[in-house]
């Protein structure tokens, strides 16, 4: 078997169905499988995958897992997983035919260990004036990004888990995602794509963006409105720290981190230098404001939301002392 696409799932079963339609397109030129894991979902999702499975092109295969979160969904996909290649991916997708063929030219021509690629919209509703329509921080909110026409090889960028493709080998050297940071039902936790990218970089595992790699992501309406990006970013801060307190890098730029806490001034557990950044961000989204610049001014204002998370969680921490730096968690995947 050469890929495995992995799916994890949870009460979106009409959207499943849709994506699952445009899989059976895909056409590369070798062995390859499905993978839905149910995470918990109260809805018909079974039923779905079921009923697709007599006429899908190739092995679909549903799973169920009862540990909630996302994280936890896809390393009991990777455990069944029978591919050489694991593909990540979302129940809300849509990909174009030779999808898989990218991944496999990507892989091979840039002799790495993992890839990712562009994930670009298929708006439900117009969006509003203050989302920008290229890349940037607001994006990762509704999981879309664009690191342009060329292949980078990842490392203070990372991809989006929507769209990426990874060695199994790669997944037994440094493990699956993080169960303790990544997204689960009424949260907006979600820094485990991150944190695997830290800790196979610190295997020695390389990763490329190859922008050949495309999928068409879902944005729908109700996530496009100023209180969903607060509590995005909110939720950011909240796993950032859970990051900071793991691995001891800094929570506003973790790739690029050369950060050592123990020499660092905190102030109630987080780092002092933030507070400085946090009041940059006010007077910056207040300037913005007064020249009508509504992107910056709403993204500057994001950072603050972000700040609030951190607090937050920090306060929550704050019998723990300052973290050490480490590679982070190891979240161990035995292959079945």
């Not at 999808?99 to 021509?109: K, P, R, T, V």
């Not at 909110?234 to 900071?244: Q, T």
């Not at 050592?260 to 946090?278: E, L, T």
Request: proline content about 6%; some cysteine; overall charge positive.
């Amino acid at each position: 078997m050469r890929f495995s696409i992995v799916i994890a799932t949870y009460n979106r079963a009409t959207l499943l169905a849709d994506t699952l339609d445009s899989l059976s397109r895909l056409r590369p030129g070798t062995a390859w499988e499905v993978i839905v894991v149910d995470n918990n979902s109260p809805d018909h999702t079974r039923e779905v995958v079921e009923a697709a499975a007599p006429s899908f092109p190739v092995p679909l295969h549903y799973v169920f897992e009862k540990e909630q979160g996302r994280s936890a969904a896809l390393n009991h996909g990777f455990r069944v997983a029978q591919g050489d290649i694991i593909v990540t991916t979302d129940d809300d997708v849509r990909v174009e035919p030779d999808w898989l063929d990218h991944i496999e030219f990507g892989l091979a021509s840039k002799q790495c260990d993992y890839v990712g690629g562009r994930v670009v919209p298929i708006w439900e509703s117009e969006p509003p004036a203050w989302i920008p329509r290229t890349n940037g921080r607001m994006w990762a909110v509704i999981a879309l990004l664009d690191y342009g026409p060329q292949p980078i090889q990842f490392g203070k960028r990372v991809p989006l888990g929507v769209n990426m493709a990874i060695r199994r080998e790669a997944i037994e050297r440094a493990g699956g995602f993080d169960t303790h940071i990544g997204r689960k039902a009424g949260t907006l936790l979600g820094q485990e794509v991150r944190e695997w990218c830290m800790r196979a970089h610190a295997h020695g595992l390389v990763g490329y963006y190859i922008p050949a790699m495309v999928v068409q992501h879902l944005i729908p309406t109700e996530r496009l409105n100023k209180e969903y990006f607060r509590r995005w970013f909110y939720w950011r801060g909240i796993s950032r720290a859970m990051l900071y307190a793991a691995t001891g890098k800094d929570m506003e730029s973790p790739e690029t981190s050369t950060l050592d806490p123990s020499r660092v001034p905190h102030i109630f557990g987080i780092p002092r230098y933030m507070f400085r950044s946090v009041l940059a961000a006010v007077r910056d989204s207040a300037a913005a404001a007064l020249r009508r610049d509504a992107v910056t001014s709403f993204e500057r204002e994001l950072f603050v939301w972000f700040f609030a998370g951190i607090v937050k969680q920090r306060w929550r921490d704050r019998g723990r002392g300052v973290p050490a730096m480490t590679a982070g968690r190891m979240e161990r995947v035995p292959r079945t």
